[in-house]
């Protein structure tokens, strides 16, 4: 071989003439060894020409600097090469760190929120934070939100950098609150108001009565070719253009507005049939289909009975005084107000509702029941005084014609602040039953909210575990997972996998040493391993393609576990959160509720990966949820494929025990030692479920 590299050498330099010259300071040898023989290669043709000799005979060739120096690795002296090696694995390592900060990975991965930070990023003042921030927010709504809830709280709320004041960095925290966060922030004048809002926001201003602020909002979200007067500006385009907190402001502002302003006026016959319209009955009437007002006075009587009770027990004749009496009706008065009042009013926090249903209650307990008590008083005191036939609050019409008209003027009056006294009264009764309404809404809704927060954290536990699972089989029996690439025996692309190249290889090293007749055991296992090296060298490329593909996908399934990972986090301290809510309250926790798609999903993720435990725990909920809102568990298409899963299920265990029976059958015939162990071991480990894992 160094005879052949001395000829070529000399037949290159032949032609290159003076290119060559023996005074190279690069020598090249077969060996590292101190004795080796060493050619010097004086060019780059020279070198190109002796590497292409040595590959072609499959032998590695080393370089040195002169004859008796260094060793050089890919262009470099070993001690150069390792610094450079520490050096590219602390930067790798670095690399690998950093990409486990969310923010990090979401700039690396995310163009998006990578474009989006910097432009917060370039932000040096308040106004210039508010403009992009504007801008980012804008195009997140017109693109239907491509960052969610936790990229957006990352993009506000990640690392601020150095140039970065304050203030500017206290802005950047207010654009990062949830959206009610943003309208109070607004409200406060913390948020600046974009211009279309500033129009907006002096064109309400100009509206001075209610029926103007409704034709506002009706313009807001009606075309301006289906208004019948659309106004001076453009609001319907104008409003498309706002951000959700801004919206949210706008339409808020506008209903205060329509509570603080006044509406047209109407006739005075028509306000008792309007208010007769709007609240079934007519005027100083008791409103019977008020539930408050039902409910306050089956209390009354209800408590009064049982305080009457105890005041007799406690005397000797049983006869109470009309004083005590008295002191009993109002003490029964308080304590069915009381039953009134929402349990969330007397709770460490009260709701915004119980807050407004127990001060609709004090103003009725304090101010309209008193006064009509009162006014109703005073009409009967005056009745009896000066009307003979007066009688609960009535008089004859002929009697009454016959008053002296001072005694009829005042009589009317008293009447009729009476009769408005006990109207606010019973009004206050109607406006209880919609707080309560409202109250029951919001119960509702926290209840399905508080539901959603439990079942996500059941979701966000599976699909841990599924990423999980798929992250650590991948590292694990990556060597059996088939990739698309390209396979040098065929010369084409195919899926296979390492384990399946070295089988091949091995196989090809069985047959080599059955056709050579080798028929001592040790010359065919050399024989084997001779084939099977070679083979696997053929195939390095592949073998390396295959490793590459296998990283790839190992660092792909590592950032969704920890993806997953940070989910599960999050959903779990929204579900503890839930669950000490209840426990403060004394209240048992509510069932579990997640979406049929999201459940359906979830769970056939699970069945994939054989997670029994989260499959039952998923499958209680579906079956829990038909029943509470009468429908089937599945639809026909998942019931279809329920019943192919089983099939593949039960096809596959079959198949494995009959694997095994015949794996132990044939493992109690004679063997040699080599495949005795071997079907001792695939009969220790059953069938491998990861093996040919395609991808």
Same mark, same amino acid.
């Given at each position: 071989?160094?005879?052949?590299?001395?000829?070529?050498?000399?037949?290159?330099?032949?032609?290159?003439?003076?290119?060559?010259?023996?005074?190279?300071?690069?020598?090249?040898?077969?060996?590292?060894?101190?004795?080796?023989?060493? +050619?010097?290669?004086?060019?780059?043709?020279?070198?190109?020409?002796?590497?292409?000799?040595?590959?072609?005979?499959?032998?590695?060739?080393?370089?040195?600097?002169?004859?008796?120096?260094?060793?050089?690795?890919?262009?470099?002296?070993?001690?150069?090469?390792?610094?450079?090696?520490?050096?590219?694995?602390?930067?790798?390592?670095?690399?690998?760190?950093?990409?486990?900060?969310?923010?990090?990975?979401?700039?690396?991965?995310?163009?998006?929120?990578?474009?989006?930070?910097?432009?917060?990023?370039?932000?040096?003042?308040?106004?210039?934070?508010?403009?992009?921030? /504007?801008?980012?927010?804008?195009?997140?709504?017109?693109?239907? &939100?491509?960052?969610? %809830?936790?990229?957006?709280?990352?993009?506000?709320?990640?690392?601020? #950098?150095?140039?970065?004041? =304050? %203030?500017?960095?206290?802005?950047?925290?207010?654009?990062?609150? #949830?959206?009610?966060?943003?309208?109070?922030?607004?409200?406060?004048?913390?948020?600046?108001?974009?211009?279309?809002?500033?129009?907006?926001?002096?064109?309400?201003?100009?509206?001075?009565?209610?029926?103007?602020?409704?034709?506002?909002?009706?313009?807001?979200?009606?075309?301006?070719?289906?208004?019948?007067?659309?106004?001076?500006?453009?609001?319907? @385009?104008?409003?498309?253009?706002?951000?959700?907190?801004?919206?949210?402001?706008?339409?808020?502002?506008?209903?205060?507005?329509?509570?603080?302003? #006044?509406?047209?006026?109407? =006739?005075?016959?028509?306000?008792?049939?309007?208010?007769?319209?709007?609240?079934?009955?007519?005027?100083?009437?008791? =409103?019977?289909?008020?539930?408050?007002?039902?409910?306050?006075?089956?209390?009354?009587?209800?408590?009064?009975?049982?305080?009457?009770?105890?005041?007799?027990?406690?005397?000797?004749?049983?006869?109470?005084?009309?004083?005590?009496? !008295?002191?009993?009706?109002?003490?029964?008065?308080?304590?069915?107000?009381?039953?009134?009042?929402?349990?969330?009013?007397?709770?460490?926090?009260?709701?915004?509702?119980?807050?407004?249903?127990?001060?609709?209650?004090?103003?009725?307990?304090?101010?309209?029941?008193?006064? *009509?008590?009162?006014?109703?008083?005073?009409?009967?005191?005056?009745?009896?005084?000066?009307?003979?036939?007066?009688?609960?609050?009535?008089?004859?019409?002929?009697?009454?014609?016959?008053?002296?008209?001072?005694?009829?003027?005042?009589?009317?009056? +008293?009447?009729?602040?009476?009769?408005?006294?006990?109207?606010? +009264?019973?009004?206050?009764?109607?406006?209880?039953?919609? +707080? &309560?309404?409202? !109250?029951?809404?919001?119960?509702?809704?926290?209840?399905?909210?508080?539901?959603?927060?439990?079942?996500?954290?059941?979701?966000?536990?599976?699909?841990?575990?599924?990423?999980?699972?798929?992250? %650590?089989?991948?590292?694990?029996?990556?060597?059996?997972?088939?990739?698309?690439?390209?396979?040098?025996?065929?010369?084409?692309?195919?899926?296979?996998?390492?384990?399946?190249?070295?089988? &091949?290889?091995?196989?090809?090293?069985?047959?080599?040493?059955?056709?050579?007749?080798?028929? &001592?055991?040790?010359?065919?296992?050399?024989?084997?391993?001779?084939?099977?090296?070679?083979?696997?060298?053929? /195939?390095?490329?592949?073998?390396?393609?295959?490793?590459?593909?296998?990283?790839?996908?190992?660092?792909?399934?590592?950032?969704? *576990?920890?993806? *997953?990972?940070?989910?599960?986090?999050?959903?779990?301290?929204?579900?503890?959160?839930?669950?000490?809510?209840?426990?403060?309250?004394?209240?048992?926790?509510?069932?579990?509720?997640?979406?049929?798609?999201?459940?359906?999903?979830?769970?056939?993720?699970?069945?994939?990966?054989?997670?029994?435990?989260?499959?039952?725990?998923?499958?209680?909920?579906?079956?829990? @949820?038909?029943?509470?809102?009468?429908? =089937?568990?599945?639809?026909?298409?998942?019931?279809?494929?329920?019943? *192919?899963?089983?099939?593949?299920?039960?096809?596959?265990?079959?198949?494995?025990?009959?694997?095994?029976?015949?794996?132990?059958?044939?493992?109690? @015939? #004679?063997?040699?030692?080599?495949?005795?162990?071997?079907?001792?071991?695939?009969?220790?480990?059953?069938?491998?479920?990861?093996?040919?894992?395609?991808?």
């Amino acid at each position: 071989m160094i005879e052949g590299l001395q000829k070529n050498r000399v037949e290159v330099g032949a032609r290159w003439g003076s290119a060559v010259t023996t005074d190279s300071g690069l020598y090249v040898s077969l060996s590292n060894d101190k004795d080796a023989p060493r +050619l010097p290669a004086g060019d780059i043709r020279v070198y190109d020409a002796i590497e292409r000799m040595a590959t072609g005979a499959k032998l590695k060739l080393s370089t040195r600097i002169g004859k008796d120096g260094p060793a050089l690795i890919n262009g470099f002296t070993e001690k150069e090469y390792n610094y450079r090696v520490k050096v590219a694995g602390f930067l790798k390592s670095y690399v690998h760190e950093r990409l486990r900060d969310p923010e990090t990975r979401l700039i690396h991965d995310d163009e998006i929120f990578r474009n989006a930070h910097r432009t917060l990023d370039q932000a040096r003042t308040p106004e210039e934070l508010n403009r992009a921030a /504007h801008d980012i927010m804008s195009r997140n709504e017109r693109l239907g &939100r491509p960052l969610g %809830e936790r990229e957006r709280w990352l993009l506000f709320h990640g690392r601020v #950098p150095d140039h970065s004041t =304050p %203030e500017v960095a206290e802005l950047r925290l207010t654009w990062g609150l #949830p959206r009610e966060g943003r309208e109070q922030a607004l409200r406060d004048a913390r948020l600046p108001p974009s211009p279309t809002l500033k129009a907006m926001l002096g064109e309400l201003e100009t509206r001075r009565n209610v029926e103007s602020v409704r034709q506002y909002q009706k313009s807001l979200m009606t075309p301006p070719e289906e208004m019948r007067n659309p106004g001076r500006l453009p609001l319907y @385009q104008m409003h498309k253009k706002l951000l959700g907190h801004e919206r949210d402001y706008l339409y808020h502002l506008a209903e205060e507005m329509k509570r603080r302003l #006044p509406g047209k006026e109407l =006739p005075v016959h028509g306000v008792a049939k309007a208010r007769e319209e709007a609240t079934g009955r007519a005027f100083g009437e008791v =409103p019977h289909a008020s539930n408050s007002y039902k409910e306050y006075i089956a209390s009354i009587g209800e408590i009064k009975r049982r305080l009457l009770e105890e005041a007799a027990s406690r005397l000797n004749n049983g006869v109470i005084n009309s004083i005590e009496q !008295i002191r009993i009706h109002n003490r029964a008065c308080d304590l069915a107000w009381e039953r009134l009042a929402s349990e969330e009013a007397f709770s460490s926090r009260p709701t915004e509702l119980a807050l407004r249903l127990s001060d609709a209650i004090a103003k009725l307990q304090e101010e309209a029941q008193p006064r *009509a008590r009162l006014a109703t008083q005073a009409l009967d005191e005056f009745g009896k005084e000066n009307i003979p036939s007066y009688a609960n609050g009535r008089v004859p019409r002929g009697v009454l014609d016959k008053l002296d008209p001072p005694l009829r003027e005042r009589y009317e009056q +008293l009447k009729d602040f009476a009769g408005k006294s006990r109207e606010d +009264l019973y009004r206050g009764f109607e406006a209880i039953d919609g +707080l &309560r309404q409202e !109250i029951e809404k919001s119960r509702a809704s926290e209840l399905m909210n508080d539901r959603f927060a439990l079942g996500n954290a059941i979701v966000a536990e599976a699909r841990y575990e599924c990423a999980r699972l798929d992250y %650590e089989t991948a590292r694990d029996y990556g060597e059996t997972f088939r990739f698309r690439i390209r396979d040098e025996s065929l010369k084409a692309d195919r899926r296979i996998s390492a384990l399946d190249v070295e089988r &091949r290889a091995d196989a090809r090293g069985v047959r080599a040493a059955g056709n050579r007749g080798a028929e &001592r055991a040790e010359d065919r296992r050399g024989i084997r391993r001779e084939v099977a090296a070679l083979d696997l060298t053929n /195939h390095a490329e592949t073998l390396r393609e295959h490793g590459r593909v296998h990283r790839n996908l190992v660092n792909k399934l590592e950032v969704e *576990a920890e993806r *997953a990972a940070s989910e599960r986090l999050l959903a779990q301290e929204r579900a503890q959160m839930v669950t000490r809510k209840y426990q403060e309250r004394g209240e048992q926790l509510p069932a579990h509720f997640i979406n049929r798609k999201t459940l359906t999903e979830t769970q056939e993720q699970t069945i994939r990966r054989r997670l029994t435990g989260h499959t039952e725990s998923l499958e209680q909920i579906r079956v829990a @949820q038909s029943r509470e809102f009468n429908r =089937p568990a599945r639809t026909e298409t998942e019931t279809a494929r329920l019943r *192919a899963q089983l099939f593949v299920a039960q096809t596959e265990l079959q198949a494995r025990k009959e694997q095994i029976s015949c794996l132990r059958e044939y493992a109690q @015939q #004679p063997q040699s030692g080599r495949r005795r162990k071997t079907l001792l071991r695939q009969l220790a480990a059953g069938a491998n479920p990861n093996e040919g894992v395609n991808y």
